[in-house]
Nanobody, 113 residues
């Protein structure tokens, strides 16, 4: 029943921007934490940003990425500016509801000239 569907990934040159979206269905996540993670080839999945009564970021994306949410549409966004090649990864949406947590299928972000 619960689905998280990401969109907005693609190919962008260094210094460019992308806006990722994650729409949750089957359950409302209003007033519950939502976050973005990413996983580059051959590397561990890492935390990127989260929103829950505030916003939080890993140091490597601070001042470049902005997480936001539209609780009326059960959607979380990740605005990514000043993208770097090292930002290349599959980006995953994550949502928490009580003791349960859910993952999206991922959307590919490639930063390359």
């Amino acid at each position: 029943q619960v689905q998280l569907i990401e969109s907005g990934g693609g190919l962008v040159e260094p210094g460019g921007s992308l806006r990722l979206s994650c729409v949750a269905s089957g359950r409302t996540f209003n007033d519950y934490p939502m976050a973005w993670f990413r996983q580059a080839p051959g590397k561990e999945r890492e935390y990127v940003a989260a929103t829950f009564r505030g916003t939080f970021y890993t140091d490597s994306v601070k001042d470049r990425f902005t997480i936001s949410r539209d609780d009326d549409r059960n959607t979380v966004f990740l605005q990514m500016n000043s993208l770097k090649p090292e930002d290349t990864a599959v980006y995953y949406c994550h949502a928490q509801w009580g003791i349960y947590d859910y993952w999206g299928q991922g959307t590919q972000v490639t930063v390359s000239s």
